[in-house]
């Protein structure tokens, strides 16, 4: 079993829709849950994390976790084209990465 | 500030040859990892220093890839001889890590290996 496991889609909306990517892990030790946004051709960039549970929101985007059942959970409101990219779950310090999921939106 | 950089940008070769690929980490990070991406497998985790020793390299394919890293400034990842499947973009990234820190890693550009 992959200590980080995510569906790599592709997701395809519509420009204004509610995203939901979701990413499982093995290991309950794990503390540190990182999203990374890594857009064609380059290399991931951090987006945002959270520390243990609850929730983290930033501008449009809020990080999740439920720990007690081993779940992370990225939301993007209101979806705009320039958040095509393909999204990865990642948790620290174990630093190995969810398959990510390519995500498109249309205009 | 400059980040992390890779060496070569785009690397085609023929299966057996010797390929080099090469890093700078940013200055001051304390820790450094090579990844592959595919398709296929997505983004691997090959192998970390710290301190520039290795700390884990689990997951390194075989013993065909060796990866060192001499000073805190430079490392290299090595696949000799290469194959077909090997074909992957190959990431460096540098991280500061701290007790208690994130740790959030900082990632070149990639280098597009293509072995024919």
């Known amino acids: 079993q992959k200590e980080v496991e995510q569906d790599p889609g592709p997701l395809s909306v519509p420009e204004g829709a509610i995203v939901s990517l979701n990413c499982t892990y093995s290991?309950?030790?794990?503390?540190?849950f990182m999203w990374y946004r890594q857009y064609s051709r380059k290399g991931p960039e951090l987006l945002m994390y959270?520390?243990?549970?609850g929730n983290k929101e930033d501008g449009r985007f809020t990080a999740q976790v439920d720990k007690s059942s081993k779940y992370i959970s990225l939301f993007i409101r209101d979806s705009q084209p320039s958040d095509s990219a393909t999204y990865l779950c990642?948790?620290?310090?174990?630093?190995?990465f969810g398959a990510g999921t390519r995500l498109t939106v249309k205009p | 500030d400059a980040g992390v950089i890779q060496s070569p940008r785009h690397e085609v070769t023929e299966m057996g040859q010797e390929v080099t690929l090469r890093c700078k980490p940013i200055?001051?990070?304390?820790?450094l990892f090579w990844y592959r991406q595919t398709m296929m497998r997505g983004l691997e985790l090959l192998i970390y220093?710290?301190?520039?020793?290795?700390?884990?390299d689990s997951g390194m394919p075989e013993d065909r890839f060796s990866a060192k890293m001499p000073n805190a400034s430079f490392s290299t990842l090595k696949i000799q001889p290469s194959e077909p499947r090997d074909s992957a973009v190959y990431f460096c990234?540098?991280?500061?890590?701290?007790?208690?820190?994130?740790?959030?890693?900082?990632f070149g550009e990639g280098s597009r290996l293509t072995v024919l």
């Open positions: 990234a540098s991280s500061l890590q701290r007790t208690g820190d994130t740790g959030e890693l900082f």
């Open positions: 290991n309950s030790a794990f503390q540190y």
């Open positions: 959270t520390y243990s549970s």
């Open positions: 990642a948790v620290h310090n174990d630093m190995r």
């Open positions: 200055s001051g990070h304390n820790s």
């Open positions: 220093f710290n301190n520039n020793v290795p700390i884990d």
